[in-house]
């Protein structure tokens, strides 16, 4: 802009009480109308939009200028701020009272036709989005979700502020380390042949600054995990970490729920209650079949795996008898509603899930109706009825299996589908609930030993602990999860600080000591000098974002998002470099 028109006021704050004032705006031309005696112009920035009279009355030379004005030029106007007449009030936007009458124009920046109009509720496919963003950006519903972003983190930087955290920044530059998704590497020029990783997370240097006495620690920080991509993962992405001495697990909940609730009732201001609702990570899967329980509905799983057992139909009692399970969920008053296509069509979405097959049981007005109820006895099928909390109008489904995680898992799904088809997720409601007492680890059937079920230095339950050598599988971490409406919005866990259980985490996870000194030595060493109790836990803050916002992707919530394959159609990144940059580096493609 020229020294002699310099921006007063911005668009979307003018209101009435402007009414008489001399004002300079400056924004991008969001429509123009031609009228032949006026050209009306929105003119839009950031804070929004108002409308711009060019009348030759009111002075010719801005009027004839902005003859020229198109979609998206960068102007600057100085005028005089006018209430509209009563029958020309726009009540859709806040300045919809008043308008400016330009008496100097002023063309900062031309510009191209967009590729795509610049408002919501578009018709234009992503890749179209993303490769012009700078223009996507201007959208107000994406301007909203920036600015929701930063209020979001401001939120979260005043609360831990006001309860004793310190914001510390750790490396982008560090050391690959196993026991976790695929490393971003990064070649070292000055250590030729060696090889720096991008952090999946700090969670190494957190618990190093839990070792250098600072206690309460927090960081917003920048993560990379070299990934499969879905709708709320991103090959870079943004987490805020938190760690804390001298806690247990309660302590570590409980600042995190008033975290929470803080942060939601400052940006939306909805109200959220505390404390929320802790389920152990058995009962979760048992009753919902998923370790992030999405609660805003029922359809809860009922075991009946002990009734199946005293069968004739034999997928049930083979199930049973086999140390499988034999789970079923009853749609409550649904027996009328679904017809037996319809009913087909959920069997085979069953078996899209992992499921071998789904039984099911209709009580419908005319008695029951069941392909497989010829093969119980009447007080088997009363027991199973009373069981399931049947009543007439209900239809109850059953999966059946001797893998008892599969039974869950596919069930589990099951459920959520439902939950969809029938419409019976409230979307305005904000379920928050901990996941508790997850394993500590789990078995790799391909590498054919046990493997962490969060990180390597994650603190076994203490009345566990004696069970770590003899019986892995069935040692509890303190380990836990926040879910909001089926997503996990965090995890965390207390962790290990003493050497001697450390190693033998490591031990029982297949790793020689000299394995895991070379790996690790850096962490194990500092745990030689007086290491506090401590534990924390990491939020994906785009998925909270995104969440909080209603969103379906968090490439929604983010600046710069990469697509599904991991590529920047903006900037065109990754792209082949230099040669000489290659050779700088000791590197030859052999692809």
């Known amino acids: 802009m020229s020294k002699k028109i310099k921006r007063t006021h911005h668009c979307g704050l003018l209101t009435s009480e402007n009414t008489g004032q001399d004002v300079v705006l400056a924004g991008w031309v969001q429509t123009r109308r031609d009228l032949g005696g006026l050209i009306f112009v929105d003119l839009r920035d950031r804070s929004g939009v108002v409308q711009v009279v060019f009348s030759p009355e009111y002075n010719r030379q801005a009027f004839e200028k902005a003859d020229e004005l198109r979609s998206e030029f960068v102007i600057a106007v100085k005028g005089k701020v006018f209430k509209r007449p009563e029958e020309n009030v726009n009540p859709k936007i806040p300045t919809g009272e008043i308008e400016v009458f330009v008496e100097e124009l002023e063309v900062l920046n031309k510009a191209k036709t967009p590729p795509f109009p610049i408002e919501d509720d578009i018709k234009v496919d992503e890749s179209l989005r993303l490769k012009y963003r700078y223009l996507d950006l201007r959208r107000p519903s994406m301007l909203h979700n920036m600015t929701f972003r930063h209020k979001v983190n401001k939120a979260i930087r ?10 510390v920044e750790t490396p982008m530059l560090t050391r690959s380390t196993p026991e976790g998704a695929r490393d971003f590497l990064v070649p070292s020029r000055l250590n030729p042949g060696t090889f720096y990783a ?33 709708a709320d993962r991103q090959p870079e992405f943004t987490q805020l970490d938190i760690e804390m001495s001298f806690v247990d697990v309660d302590d570590v909940i409980s600042l995190n729920e008033k975290l929470v609730k803080y942060v939601v009732e400052k940006t939306t201001g909805r109200t959220v209650e505390i404390p929320f609702r802790r389920i152990t990570y058995r009962d979760a899967m048992e009753i919902y079949g998923s370790d992030k329980p999405d609660t805003r509905f029922g359809l809860e799983m009922v075991d009946v795996t002990d009734i199946a057992e005293k069968t004739e139909f034999k997928v049930f009692s083979e199930a049973a008898k086999s140390g499988g399970k034999v789970k079923g969920i009853n ?17 085979e979405k069953a078996k899209e899930f992992g499921a071998k097959g789904l039984a099911w049981i209709s009580l419908s007005s005319e008695g029951i109706k069941s392909p497989i109820a010829k093969f119980f006895a009447r007080e088997v099928m009363d027991e199973l009825l009373e069981r399931m909390g049947a009543q007439p109008g209900d239809l109850l489904i059953f999966v059946a299996d001797s893998d008892s995680k599969l039974v869950v898992t596919s069930l589990g799904q099951l459920r959520l589908h439902l939950g969809r088809q029938l419409n019976l997720i409230d979307k305005n409601k904000l379920n928050f609930l901990w996941v508790v007492e997850f394993p500590l680890l789990e078995w790799d059937e391909e590498e054919k030993r046990y493997v962490a079920m969060h990180h390597p230095f994650t603190s076994p339950m203490d009345e566990d602990l004696d069970l770590l050598e003899e019986d892995p599988g069935r040692v509890r971490a303190k380990a836990y999860d926040l879910v909001l409406n089926g997503t996990e919005l965090g995890g965390g866990s207390i962790r ?3 050497t001697e259980i450390q190693e033998r985490m490591f031990k029982v996870l297949g790793f020689t000591k000299e394995r895991a000194w070379n790996n690790f030595g850096f962490l194990l060493r500092a745990f030689e000098y007086g290491t506090p109790p401590h534990g924390g836990i990491a939020y994906g803050l785009d998925r909270m974002v995104m969440l909080l916002l209603g969103l379906n992707s968090i490439r929604d919530c983010i600046a710069f998002p990469k697509t599904q394959n991991a590529s920047c159609l903006l900037t065109e990144a990754p792209a082949q470099v230099e040669p000489r940059q290659l050779k700088e580096l000791y590197i030859q493609v052999t692809i």
Do not use: W
């Open 496 to 498: 290990i600080h003493r």
């Open 198 to 230: 991008l952090p999946q997370s700090p969670q190494l240097f957190k618990q190093i600054l839990m070792v250098a006495g600072m206690e309460r620690y927090y960081q917003i920080t920048r993560c990379f995990r070299d990934e499969d991509l879905r």
């Open 331 to 347: 749609i409550k008053n649904s027996a009328e509603q679904f017809s037996r296509r319809q009913i087909d069509e959920l069997v």
């Open 158 to 167: 005043d609360f831990l502020d006001e309860n004793g955290f310190i914001e």
